[in-house]
């Protein structure tokens, strides 16, 4: 069945990147596993995430608004699994049941040699978390130090992510297991079905008392500030990972990652690592050729203008432009000339253009046109 990732967040179709970052975060605080004691709240907080993922992405969202869930189809979507487009771990299904009558298997993960490990393991990693930084042109170019803020999940540092203040107790549900296990009758035999505990989640303790700064679940929110170097040469769209810094689980923590969004710049147009500027001249620069001052990155610097140079030729002027992402090389500038008409003439301007209009002969070329149309 289609999920509607809109209503899935509360939202309705067409919400603000503002509104969707909004919504996830409330609703991922509130769903959280390591957080919530809800029912389905696992799933509802996977739920969330996919719904997240595709909304914030421009791509993905403008994809799924205008195609609903055939946008799998377009660019811009990647989900791992088995397949595509699925999501299904075979793993979790065999490990779910256990005595399975007739075999001798004390579990049916025992059959494809897999039981539980480092898969099983690496879903308590605490979850990634995705942020977007804007850059100016020229922390882009030449790379920064930017300090940005976050909210993640820690481990509580009263209790050091027990939840307990004091002493742990042995979960009277699953007796210390970590797991509950529930027998079905079937024609083949007595099946065992087998899941984390609901009450101490998979721990297999509880708090006799619960941490006050808490609230009993071990985890919990904070701002996070950090200082992260930016390198030269980024651009819109790439992305920087942080490892380690997302949110904190049972065995350790998923990953930050920064989404770059660089502004515009009043003079310079960027394509990759080359940059593009336009400049005016005069008229009679262009005729008579001349040495002119061009804005680059790094400041001014001299264009030489051929004589006789007509407007809208671009020049090159190599190794001025932007440093190529992770390698040493520069981009180059290219600079475009438009020559200015003077919309005002001193008197001593006209006079010499007034001779200079009797020297030129494209009144001549133009006649010859007519001549060779209209004979």
């Known amino acids: ?31 959280h596993p390591d957080v919530s004691k809800e029912d389905g709240a696992e ?13 914030s992405d421009p791509e993905k969202k403008q994809n799924y608004d205008n195609y609903g869930e055939s946008y799998k189809n377009f660019s811009g979507y990647n989900q791992q699994g088995f397949g595509q487009g699925t999501d299904f771990d075979f793993e979790d ?40 930084i804007n850059l100016k042109f020229d922390e882009a170019a030449f790379g920064a130090t930017k300090e940005i803020k976050y909210d993640r999940f820690v481990k509580c540092e009263k209790c050091g992510g027990s ?9 009277s549900v699953c007796n210390g297991r970590g797991v509950e296990i529930k027998q079905q009758r079937t024609p083949f035999g007595i099946f065992q079905m087998q899941s984390t505990c609901h009450k101490c989640k998979g721990k297999g303790k509880i708090p006799e008392k619960e941490c006050p700064s808490c609230n009993g679940v071990g985890i919990k929110e904070q701002l996070e500030k950090l200082n992260v170097k930016i390198p030269a040469g980024i651009n819109t769209g790439n992305h920087l990972r942080l490892q380690g810094k997302g949110n904190q689980g049972k065995h350790g923590s998923g990953d930050l990652f920064l989404v770059i969004l660089v502004e515009k710049h009043d003079l310079f147009k960027r394509d990759e690592e080359d940059i593009y500027t336009e400049i005016p001249i005069s008229f009679s620069e262009s005729a008579l050729g001349a040495t ?84």
């Not at 001052?293 to 190599?318: R, Y």
């Not at 209009?357 to 149309?373: C, N, T, V």
């Open 93 to 132: 299904l065999f490990n779910n049941f256990s005595g399975f009558s007739g075999f001798g298997f004390e579990d049916i993960g025992d059959l494809f040699g897999s039981r539980r490990g480092g898969k099983r393991e690496s879903k308590d990693m605490g979850s990634n978390i995705k942020i977007s």
């Open 292 to 375: 002119v001052e061009v804005p680059t990155l790094k400041g001014k610097a001299d264009l030489k203008i051929p004589a006789g140079t007509q407007t809208g030729t671009i020049f090159k002027m190599k190794g001025k432009g932007i440093k190529k992402l992770d390698s040493d090389s520069l981009g180059d500038e290219y600079v475009k000339v438009i020559i200015e008409t003077p919309k005002k003439l001193s008197k001593k301007q006209k006079e010499l253009l007034e001779l200079l209009q009797k020297e030129e002969d494209a009144s001549k070329k133009r006649k010859g046109l007519f001549e060779k149309i209209f004979g």
């Open 1 to 31: 069945m289609s999920q509607d990732y809109y209503s899935i967040l509360g939202l309705k179709k067409g919400a603000t990147l503002e509104e969707i970052k909004k919504a996830y975060k409330e609703l991922a605080k509130k769903y």
């Open 43 to 55: 799933k509802k907080f996977k739920e969330i995430n996919e719904a997240y993922s595709v909304l």
């Open 163 to 171: 939840g307990a203040e004091g002493e742990l107790k042995t979960c």
